[in-house]
Each structure stands twice: as structure tokens, then as C-alpha cells.
């Protein structure tokens, strides 16, 4: 009887310390009218903004060219500038960021006077009159007087923000202020835009977005925060300019904004039940994978009985041979993985696939990314037309959970017998037909489940699997758990993933960058957290991998397990429901595609 592997306890996700509570220390109600461009708060202007801001599209937003005084905002990016970055890494982003900017008046009146532009801008932005101006533009009520919410964030080459739509808390209006350098004029091919995405469904944003706006020097972009409509992205920088950036929220109003303490308790009951639904909502959306691909019972499911545990049939292992490298039939290798298997609860097999089958794939696949144009000598900004000319591929979303190319499914057929032979094509072309046959031929056959059943101990009983491409600067997929819904109600502890992955690793130079993680593209397991129930901050905590505690140590961040992308490797692990999973995006910088074969098997509980 093969070994089970053994259970292991979660380790805790290492806290990101994430931006500050927004600050509720009373603001001056007047700014200082030079601190904006000549005329920006004039009547005229704001019903010139408003009107943009109604007619814009996908949803409401609008962009200030102009909005400070020129040398002030020179002064305040010089500060800005001056502050250390703390580069910060999770499943959604990667960027470099200071302290919160919000609390200033806390600060020493030294250190407040190496910050005396930031602290006129800061109180010229959540003034009386600013405010009244930010609201006339975009329709919303009256906004906090005394909460103040802001940070500063540098983009650097590589740094990008994934799909989401800014809903936590108490949030009504999102801005951000572009600080990049004045005197070197930002283009669209550095990349960093603003993406603005449509609703093609409620709560579900499109695949790719439909509006780009470019960074520029002293531009304002703003938009109401609306829940389940409100999807953006920045899109990654890829040159090696660096585009900072000041960026943050004007609230509604607070219970300490009212002066009559029965009104002020019953705003305070009123946003705390919104916060929790929201919370709530948007916790169940953001950690539950897809409903919409579920599992299917597993064609010839090995059933219990004593025959289930002895080494593979002759039969059995013809089948595999046309697939799987020989070596990885042989019993006693088998018996060898089961133990690693069973002490870790996850392995990687390497050279997986017979050299003729894995040199056509590897071949193939590098040929279609040299057609979309991945292997150019210097990052491109994203091409979301990219890969999608390709009539059995499909973009696939939503981009606020994911985003990649999938296979497209073809009809519902029962895998070959046992004994029968399926000849891979080895199309050296063009990787379709042969990653289509290893998903329905390979992964969803008996003998497989029978191969997996020997290395695991684990009996496969259901399954669901797609062949997906990760692009280089747009594809990626966040964190999520197995929801309930997608295994139909049946009763499971986890599930078995099994990942057969292709890159282009063949030189030293591609090799090293995979295997470095600094392309992105690996897949990452991560702990759970039941102590959190705000979303934002519980996918910081559950993926600040690349992040470092209070003190500067650096630390595993909560991540249980890490899989650099390799070519003709399986990966195999066994995840408990609750465990996220992710596959980091892939990098502009990559070289080529992620492609891979993912499969995952509801396994029968003993």
C-alpha cells in the first residue's frame, strides 16, 4: 500500500504592514488658492470637468491636465523623492512605497519642515474648497472634512497593479496624481497607464480593458468608487523610468463629522453594516474560484478494491509510454516519489514528457511566441491583440481573478482505452493539437488516475483541467481557494494539482531568469488567515512574499510553497480548500509564454 502523505500545519502569512488607517485628526478648512492652477475651482471650470466626467466611458471618470501650481508640485515631488521606498510584492502587485502621508501633523516640526510642500498640498487636497469642487465633478454627496487618505507609490521598471475596483470601507472618490519627471516627457511606450476596464457582466469586469490613460506630469485622474464597476489596473512600466505617484480617496461622510451625537450614531450604524456587507461580498468574490468550471466525475475512476495499489499493467503503462517518459513507469522510481511524495505533500517531475513529444512542444510553443513578438530585446508595453488571432485560443477573465489564454474546450469525449494507441502529433509548429491531446488523452484517462494514484496515495474521483497561456505583460491569475460550488457539493479535504509547465529555458540567460522568479509566472501556494475580513488587506498578508516585516527582515511571507516555472515539468501538490493559489504575472521582461497543462482531482477522502 502506497504511503499517505502527512497532514502539515499552515504557517501563518507574515503581516504586510500595508498603508496606514486613514487619518481622522481635524484638517484645515481653507486651502491656499495657489496651491491649484489659476482657475481650476472657478464655477466654469468645474462644470466643464463635470460635463467630461458624465459623458466619459467605461464607467464615470475624469482627467485633470493641469490641477497644482507648478513649482510647488517640483517641491513636493523633490521630497517625495527624498523619503525611503519600501518595495512591497503580493499576487496583485508590485510596487515601492512610503509611509503613509495622511497623518503629517503627528510628525516633528524638524521632520515637518523637510515636508513643508507636501503638508500644503496634502491640506490643500482635503480642504472645504477642494472638496466641494471634487464632489461637483462627480456627482457624489458631501465628502469627510476629517479623513484624510493617502500614499505616495513609485513605479519602477517591472512595477504593475492588477484588476480590482477600490471598494473597502468607507471609499467614495479614488484619485492619483502623476509625479513623474517634468523635464522627461513619460510616453505611452513606458508603460504605467491607468486601465480602465467595462462591465460585461454584474461584477464582472472584461478581459482587457478598454480605456488607456498615459501618465503625464502634474495630471489628476478621479472617478467614484463604485462597487462591482469601478475595475482599473496599471498597467506595468517597462522602461526604466521611474513613474511616482500620489494617490488616495475622499470618504463620505464620518460619525465624526456631525456635531448632533443621535446623528452621528446613526451614520456610524449605517457604514458599519455596509462595511461588513461589503466586506463580505467582496471576501466570497475575490478568495472563491470559478463556479463556472466545475469538476466532472473522472472517466473510469479507479474504484476501492486491492488491484488499485499494485504496480502498473502492462496495459497501463503501453498507454503511458506514449506520453510519459519511461523512466517515471518504472515501479521503483514510483515507489521513490510516493516517498518524497507523502513527506512533503508535493513534488516536481522533471524531463516528464518522452523527449520526441517535449522537444515538439518546446519547439512549438518558443514558435508562436516568437510570431506575437515575446522575444523582443527590450520589454514592449502590453499587446492585448496578442495570441488572441489564433482561432483555438481564447482570452479568458474575469481579469479581477484572472486572466490567460485558454484552449479552447473541444466536444465531450470519453478518453481512448487503456490499451490503445493515440500518437501524438509532435508538431514542432504549432503546440495545439498535442497540449489539446495531453489534457483529454493524458490527465483525463484511468491510467493516469491509476499513476497519480501510486505516486500520491491519493484516489482521484473527479477532475477539471484547461490548457492556458500566460503572455509576457498580461496574464496572471490571483489568489483564490477551491470554492464549494465548483465541486458540486461533494464532500473533499482538497484537491490534487497537477501542472505540467513549458517555458523557454533553453539558454542560460532564459533559464536563469525563470528560475529567479523575477519574471513572474510561478505558481504559489499560500496560508489562510481567518483573522482578517478585509479583502485587501487579507490578499497582502496572504501573498507578501517579497515583502519584510516592521523590522527589515525579510521573511517567507506566508508563502507554504513556491513553483518557478520549468519546461516539461509536472508539479504536483496536494492542497487543502482553504490554501490560495496564484500564478504570479508574468513579467514584460519574460522570455516568452507561460504555457502549461493544469489539472485539478477531487480526491476520495478515506
Not at 502621508?101 to 515636508?115: F, R, V
Not at 482599473?232 to 463620505?252: L, T, Y
Not at 521513490?336 to 522537444?359: D, G, M, V, W, Y
Not at 498580461?474 to 477551491?482: G, I, N
Amino acid at each position: 500500500m502506497p504511503s499517505r502523505p502527512r497532514p502539515r500545519p499552515g504557517k501563518r502569512a507574515r503581516p504586510d504592514p500595508g498603508p496606514s488607517p486613514a487619518a481622522t485628526a481635524p484638517l484645515p478648512p481653507a486651502a491656499d488658492a495657489r496651491a491649484f492652477a489659476p482657475g481650476l475651482l472657478d464655477a466654469e471650470s468645474a462644470d466643464a470637468l463635470a460635463r467630461a466626467y458624465a459623458q466619459s466611458a467605461p464607467y464615470l471618470h475624469v482627467v485633470i491636465p493641469n490641477l497644482l501650481d507648478d513649482s510647488l508640485l517640483r517641491d513636493v515631488r523633490k521630497e517625495l523623492l527624498a523619503i525611503h521606498a519600501t518595495e512591497k510584492e503580493t499576487d496583485i502587485y508590485k510596487v515601492f512605497q512610503t509611509g503613509d502621508l495622511a497623518n503629517l501633523d503627528g510628525l516633528p516640526e524638524s521632520e515637518l519642515a523637510q515636508l513643508k510642500s507636501l503638508f500644503t498640498l496634502r491640506n490643500a487636497l482635503y480642504s472645504d474648497e477642494f472638496r466641494a469642487f471634487v464632489s461637483k465633478v462627480c456627482g457624489v454627496g458631501p465628502l469627510s472634512p476629517s479623513k484624510s487618505d493617502l500614499s505616495h507609490t513609485i513605479y519602477k521598471q517591472g512595477c504593475h497593479l492588477l484588476c480590482h475596483d477600490d471598494v473597502i470601507g468607507t471609499r467614495s472618490v479614488s484619485y492619483i496624481i502623476y509625479l513623474p519627471d517634468p523635464d522627461d516627457k513619460w510616453t505611452p511606450d513606458d508603460g504605467g497607464g491607468l486601465e480602465l476596464f467595462p462591465v460585461v457582466a454584474p461584477n464582472t469586469p472584461s478581459v482587457h480593458p478598454s480605456v488607456v490613460i498615459p501618465p503625464a506630469w502634474n495630471q489628476m485622474a478621479m472617478f467614484a468608487v463604485q462597487p462591482g464597476k469601478s475595475f482599473h489596473s496599471v498597467a506595468e512600466v517597462v522602461s526604466k523610468k521611474n513613474r511616482p505617484s500620489i494617490s488616495g480617496w475622499f470618504h463620505v461622510m464620518q460619525p465624526e463629522d456631525f456635531s448632533d451625537p443621535k446623528e452621528a450614531e446613526a451614520v456610524r450604524e449605517k457604514l458599519q453594516k455596509e462595511r461588513d456587507a461589503d466586506a463580505k461580498a467582496s471576501m466570497d468574490q475575490l478568495l472563491d474560484d470559478d463556479v463556472d468550471f466545475p469538476f466532472e466525475p473522472l472517466n473510469d475512476a479507479t474504484e476501492n478494491g486491492d488491484d488499485e495499489v499494485a504496480p502498473l499493467t502492462k496495459d497501463e503503462i503501453e498507454y503511458l509510454k506514449q506520453f510519459i517518459n519511461p523512466a517515471y513507469l518504472n515501479q521503483k522510481t514510483i515507489e521513490q516519489a510516493n516517498e518524497r511524495f507523502c513527506e512533503e505533500s508535493s513534488i516536481e517531475l522533471t524531463s516528464f514528457l518522452t523527449p520526441k513529444l517535449a522537444s515538439a512542444l518546446e519547439n512549438a510553443t518558443r514558435c508562436l511566441d516568437e510570431q506575437d513578438g515575446f522575444f523582443a530585446s527590450s520589454p514592449k508595453p502590453a499587446n492585448y491583440a496578442a495570441g488572441t488571432n489564433y482561432p483555438a485560443w481564447t482570452a479568458t477573465g474575469p481579469s479581477h481573478k484572472h486572466r490567460f489564454m485558454q484552449l479552447k474546450s473541444s466536444p465531450a469525449q470519453n478518453p481512448p482505452a487503456t490499451g490503445a494507441s493515440v500518437a501524438p502529433p509532435c508538431n514542432a509548429a504549432d503546440p495545439t493539437a498535442d497540449l489539446a491531446l495531453l489534457d483529454q488523452s493524458l490527465f483525463r484517462s484511468a491510467p493516469f488516475a491509476r499513476f497519480l494514484h501510486l505516486i500520491t496515495a491519493l484516489r482521484p474521483v473527479h477532475v477539471r483541467s484547461r490548457v492556458r497561456r500566460f503572455r509576457p505583460g498580461m496574464d496572471y491569475t490571483l489568489a483564490t481557494t477551491t470554492s464549494a460550488a465548483a465541486t458540486g457539493g461533494a464532500a473533499s479535504s482538497g484537491v490534487l494539482d497537477a501542472t505540467l509547465c513549458f517555458v523557454s529555458d533553453k539558454s542560460a540567460r532564459h533559464s536563469r531568469a525563470w528560475a529567479s522568479d523575477e519574471v513572474g509566472g510561478f505558481d504559489c501556494y499560500m496560508a489562510p488567515d481567518e483573522s482578517n475580513d478585509d479583502p485587501a488587506q487579507y490578499r497582502a498578508q496572504k501573498t507578501g512574499y517579497g515583502g519584510s516585516d516592521d523590522a527589515g527582515q525579510g521573511g517567507d511571507g506566508g508563502a507554504l510553497l513556491s513553483v518557478s516555472a520549468r519546461s516539461n515539468c509536472l508539479s504536483l501538490v496536494m492542497r487543502e480548500n482553504d490554501v490560495m493559489r496564484f500564478i504570479k504575472y508574468v513579467s514584460a521582461s519574460a522570455p516568452g509564454s507561460r504555457w502549461d497543462v493544469a489539472a485539478e482531482y477531487q480526491f476520495q477522502d478515506d
